[in-house]
């Protein structure tokens, strides 16, 4: 009778709570998109195990959206009221908006390389944690800014994709999927840039060879970074001493890391402060050497303590192989030829590093 007398009808009052109850729900999926956008901007993984009792399983975005709660009225209500049985807190709903944000991503990306004149491509593959070979397809294009009147140079990662056979056909038949996918026109193509692998680089059947007979103007170029790792690849197996440096340091360690008591005795004694401004001992990378310099200079920059290290379990160790193999590397450091290379290695490194990087 009220609203009959108001003139009004219930259609009115319906699209009102209609439009109320959908204004609240694109609040809270504007909040969990920031949210997401904030966590992975960060490498922040979203989901774990920590935590105790009920709460036990949340990960960082449950509990970064159990914070806001207690100051946001929206997502306050999302987790109070017991009507709310759609939340939108699921892993699931965690990975479909992850996806269609990366989409977006992408799409704005491609947008941009369609309407650049020309790209170069650069591939490399690489196996995963499971063994799966993944390609990455980086494009490089240049962007036009009209309104600056200035040309960008940019470069674009469009993602990794799954390689179940390695032949150059296959590597084509994949870049060629992959561009007509976000409708990159092939023929726009002016370079190359690959490793020297021969099921890359090869004149008659690899892939550079196969794009070329596409498109004639692709000109290949060998990847800079590793034809630099193969140079200082070759210089290091050009003499046996160099050679058996590198395989020294990694034998540090490799001592000290096998064991918890033994990377202990590398900060035996100082006050945490010290210690967490000390380098930490690092591996020899066998394939990417810009790293390598992270290895000899931390042993450069412990070489006391190592020194200190392998001397105190040589006198005081129990075990018979333990003993002998601090000996043996104690031995190999201490020879002037070891601090001569460690020296002369670690300089080089060092102008190589920033190149490689």
């Known amino acids: 009778r009220t609203i009959w007398i108001k003139n009004q009808n219930i259609d009115i009052n319906l699209e009102k709570q209609i439009s109320v109850e959908a204004k609240f729900w694109r609040d809270v999926l504007t909040r969990i998109i920031k949210i997401i956008l904030f966590l992975t901007a960060g490498n922040t993984a979203l989901r774990g195990n920590e935590g105790k009792g009920e709460k036990a399983g949340e990960g960082i975005f449950l509990r970064t959206v159990r914070l806001l709660a207690e100051f946001d009225p929206v997502l306050n209500t999302l987790l109070t009221v017991e009507e709310n049985k759609v939340k939108y807190l699921s892993w699931s709903i965690q990975n479909e908006v992850i996806d269609l944000l990366a989409t977006n991503v992408q799409n704005l990306i491609c947008q941009e390389i369609r309407e650049a004149p020309c790209f170069s491509l650069i591939i490399d593959s690489t196996q995963d944690i499971c063994k799966v070979y993944q390609v990455s397809v980086i494009i490089r294009y240049t962007s036009l800014n009209y309104a600056l009147q200035k040309i960008d140079i940019k470069e ?59 498109v004639p103007n692709a000109t290949y170029i060998h990847c800079n970074a590793h034809n630099l790792n193969l140079v200082l690849s070759d210089v290091a197996r050009s003499t046996t001493k160099v050679s058996l440096f590198f395989d020294t340091v990694q034998e540090i360690f490799n001592f000290f890391s096998k064991s918890g008591p033994r990377w202990a005795s590398l900060t035996f004694g100082e006050n945490v402060a010290n210690i967490i401004k000390k380098k930490v001992l690092k591996k020899v990378c066998v394939t990417r050497w810009g790293a390598r310099h992270d ?35 104690k031995n190999k450091i201490e020879c002037f030829e070891f601090v001569l290379l460690l020296t002369i290695w670690e300089n080089i490194l060092r102008q190589l590093y920033t190149v490689s990087k």
């Open 156 to 214: 674009s990662f469009l993602g990794f994709f799954a390689l179940h056979e390695h032949a150059a056909e296959d590597h084509v038949n994949l870049i060629l999927e992959t561009l007509i996918k976000f409708g990159i026109d092939i023929n726009k193509c002016r370079g190359q840039g690959f490793d020297g692998a021969s099921v890359m680089s090869g004149v008659h059947n690899g892939v550079k060879k196969r794009i070329l007979d596409i």
């Open 295 to 329: 290895a000899v200079y931390a042993l450069k920059d412990r070489y006391i303590d190592v020194l200190k290290s392998l001397t105190n379990i040589s006198l005081t160790s129990q075990k018979t192989e333990e003993k002998a193999k601090s000996i043996g590397l």
